[in-house]
């Protein structure tokens, strides 16, 4: 049986410019292993190469023994190990402003907008600070001096 002119199906209409939303859980990184990004790391600061070579002979080897620990670990493990004399976190997100001056001025220039970051416990003196995106770590910077208040990048007391 034909449609009669007023029975004529109509097409529905989408939204232009949209798509539809997926729902994730902000907090799903936690259950993943991290990965880690060095194509923002600030090898031309004082943070940078002359940091890593001077506290550390064979810095390199230091660093990537201690990010392959950090490999078999979930993002949650990471977050919950605890140590130091608080035995609070040893790693964990930082607000950028707690940084130094100095520290902050530098991830300005190289335009790391994030208002936190996130400070990967190397060992007791050593850290390497980056920008958490999902499971991966943009690793920024790192600090071999954060048990001298002089010369570390964090801002103690703050």
Same mark, same amino acid.
């Given at each position: ?23 994730? %859980?902000? %907090? ?15 090898? %031309? ?18 660093? /990537?023994? !201690? ?24 790693? !964990? !997100? ?38 958490? /995106? ?11 001096? !954060? ?7 964090? /801002?103690?007391?703050?």
């Amino acid at each position: 049986m034909a449609r009669s002119k007023q029975e004529k199906a109509k097409a529905k209409k989408l939204p232009s410019g949209e798509s539809p939303r997926i729902a994730v %859980d902000p %907090d799903s990184y936690l259950t993943k292993k991290p990965v880690w990004r060095f194509s923002d790391f600030d090898w %031309d600061s004082e943070w940078g190469y002359a940091s890593c070579s001077c506290r550390i002979q064979n810095i390199r080897n230091h660093i /990537e023994k !201690h990010l392959a620990s950090f490999e078999t670990m979930t993002w949650n493990e990471i977050l919950k190990a605890s140590g130091g004399r608080s035995s609070g976190n040893n790693s !964990h !997100h930082i607000e950028k402003n707690k940084f130094k001056a100095s520290v902050q001025k530098r991830l300005n220039e190289n335009k790391i907008l994030s208002d936190t970051l996130f400070s990967l416990r190397l060992d007791a003196g050593t850290r390497l600070y980056g920008v958490r /995106e999902g499971r991966c770590l943009r690793i920024v910077f790192f600090d071999p001096f !954060h048990k001298d208040k002089k010369l570390c990048a964090y /801002e103690f007391g703050s």
